[in-house]
């Protein structure tokens, strides 16, 4: 029996572009340092924002490898505490919060996505997000933006909790906090290294969402399903 299905976000439930992604993934501790710069906020060199690229790159890795989730504030403090540049917390997370919100006219859903949540929502299920994202207040403006947060009853983002997926705590933390046992919840996602991989560790049912024209390499998933609205049967036929 399914009581609860959580989804991943971005690449599941929505599409948020690739000046997001490149933020998310690269830019992180650069963009706000660089705004910072022009704005003559912090003295930096070339030199600075390549030593910035250097120290992100190991912070980025190290949350990569042990599960332990550094959120872009974070991020961009410490690598400024490391070059030396006296910078307010408030005055890195205002430039932070500018580079990931300039990003939101990007962000488009994923298709189907509404009309899923909505037949999810029709059956009296509990509804989540799971997201491995740096930023936690851009996840939740995009789901509001897309008009999808009213369906989940939690939306956990790594920044927020220190833990990435596919370490199995961010899973069970979740559930948990939903009062719902593995076994009786499944989890959405596109990337089969952290969303399908966390899901079967934690004991979830894994749905592995995969592009239509795209091979899925017998990779192991519970199920495979091309669109979302798809998920929508397997569901009711485990009520």
């Known amino acids: 029996m399914i009581r609860a299905v959580l989804f991943d976000f971005s690449g599941t439930l929505a599409d948020c572009g690739?000046?997001?992604?490149?933020?998310?993934?690269?830019?992180?501790?650069?963009?706000?340092?660089?705004?910072?710069?022009?704005?003559?906020?912090?003295?930096?060199?070339?030199?600075?924002?390549?030593?910035?690229?250097?120290?992100?790159?190991?912070?980025?890795q190290a949350a990569k490898e042990t599960g332990v989730e550094i959120s872009a504030y974070e991020a961009t403090h410490h690598v400024a505490a490391a070059l030396n540049i006296g910078l307010a917390d408030e005055v890195i997370a205002a430039a932070v919060d500018e580079l990931f919100y300039a990003c939101l006219p990007d962000v488009q859903p994923i298709a189907g996505a509404i009309e899923t949540l909505e037949a999810l929502r029709q059956r009296s299920?509990?509804?989540?997000?799971?997201s491995n994202a740096r930023h936690g207040p851009f996840v939740l403006r995009a789901l509001e933006r897309l008009k999808m947060r009213?369906?989940?009853?939690?939306?956990?983002?790594?920044?927020?909790?220190?833990?990435?997926?596919?370490?199995?705590?961010?899973?069970?933390?979740?559930?948990?906090?939903?009062?719902?046992?593995?076994?009786?919840?499944?989890?959405?996602?596109?990337?089969?290294?952290?969303?399908?991989?966390?899901?079967?560790?934690?004991?979830?049912?894994?749905?592995?969402?995969?592009?239509?024209?795209?091979?899925?390499?017998?990779?192991?998933?519970?199920?495979?399903?091309?669109?979302?609205?798809?998920?929508?049967?397997?569901?009711?036929?485990?009520?």
């Not at 992604?21 to 600075?48: C, F, G, K």
């Not at 299920?125 to 799971?130: A, E, M, P």
């Not at 920044?159 to 919840?185: C, M, Q, W, Y």
């Not at 966390?198 to 998933?221: K, N, T």
């Open 18 to 60: 690739p000046d997001w992604l490149n933020l998310e993934l690269v830019t992180t501790v650069r963009a706000p340092l660089t705004l910072l710069r022009e704005r003559q906020l912090a003295s930096l060199t070339d030199d600075d924002l390549a030593r910035a690229d250097d120290i992100y790159l190991h912070l980025r």
């Open 125 to 130: 299920l509990t509804l989540g997000v799971i």
């Open 150 to 239: 009213h369906f989940f009853h939690t939306i956990v983002v790594s920044a927020d909790v220190h833990l990435r997926k596919p370490r199995p705590e961010i899973f069970l933390n979740t559930l948990a906090g939903l009062g719902v046992p593995p076994h009786e919840s499944a989890f959405v996602g596109d990337y089969h290294p952290y969303d399908i991989v966390g899901a079967q560790a934690a004991g979830m049912h894994s749905i592995w969402l995969v592009e239509p024209d795209r091979p899925h390499d017998d990779l192991p998933a519970d199920v495979i399903i091309r669109r979302l609205p798809d998920l929508v049967p397997w569901v009711a036929a485990h009520l």
